[in-house]
């Protein structure tokens, strides 16, 4: 399912993408850190996606044409690394390292499979997504009525 189960997981995304993009957009090709995902064929970027979808972090991932491997993990972490300095270029890196932190020590797609394993019921995973959403929606509502403290 990997779902963001809340509103902060799915800001938080969006400044990883916003720094992505941007990165990629505005760093010329030759430019780049050397070991960010390369275009593959076809075959190579399905079975990079089913990989993904099976192990998710602990995938191996096909990085060249020639079928090298290596895990998910450092890839992400490589483009972490490329990437943050345009985070915090573009305002984003409280957001950036809250993507981090979601996505690399607790990543919400294994919460869901842990769910799923112990209870074999999407029906129970999604409600521990409406569970962590109305609990940081508690949250954020009592902050906002105590002025923060």
């Given at each position: 399912?990997?779902?963001?189960?809340?509103?902060?997981?799915?800001?938080?995304?969006?400044?990883?993408?916003?720094?992505?993009?941007?990165?990629?957009?505005?760093?010329?090709?030759?430019?780049?850190?050397?070991?960010?995902?390369?275009?593959?064929?076809?075959?190579?970027?399905?079975?990079?996606?089913?990989?993904?979808?099976?192990?998710?972090?602990?995938?191996?991932?096909?990085?060249?044409?020639?079928?090298?491997?290596?895990?998910?993990?450092?890839?992400?972490?490589?483009?972490?690394?490329?990437?943050?300095?345009?985070?915090?270029?573009?305002?984003?890196?409280?957001?950036?390292?809250?993507?981090?932190?979601?996505?690399?020590?607790?990543?919400?797609?294994?919460?869901?499979?842990?769910?799923?394993?112990?209870?074999?019921?999407?029906?129970?995973?999604?409600?521990?997504?409406?569970?962590e959403l109305a609990a940081e929606a508690a949250e954020s509502c009592y902050?906002?009525?105590?002025?923060?403290?």
């Amino acid at each position: 399912m990997d779902a963001q189960p809340t509103i902060s997981h799915t800001v938080a995304l969006g400044g990883f993408v916003r720094a992505l993009i941007t990165y990629l957009r505005e760093t010329p090709v030759q430019e780049r850190v050397s070991g960010l995902p390369q275009t593959l064929n076809s075959w190579f970027e399905k079975e990079n996606h089913y990989q993904a979808s099976r192990c998710g972090l602990d995938a191996a991932f096909v990085f060249d044409n020639e079928g090298n491997t290596c895990s998910l993990r450092s890839v992400l972490q490589t483009v972490i690394d490329a990437i943050r300095p345009v985070a915090e270029e573009l305002g984003q890196a409280g957001y950036f390292e809250l993507f981090c932190e979601h996505v690399v020590k607790d990543p919400c797609y294994a919460r869901q499979r842990a769910i799923y394993k112990q209870t074999n019921s999407l029906r129970k995973v999604t409600e521990s997504l409406v569970a962590e959403l109305a609990a940081e929606a508690a949250e954020s509502c009592y902050t906002v009525l105590d002025g923060g403290r």
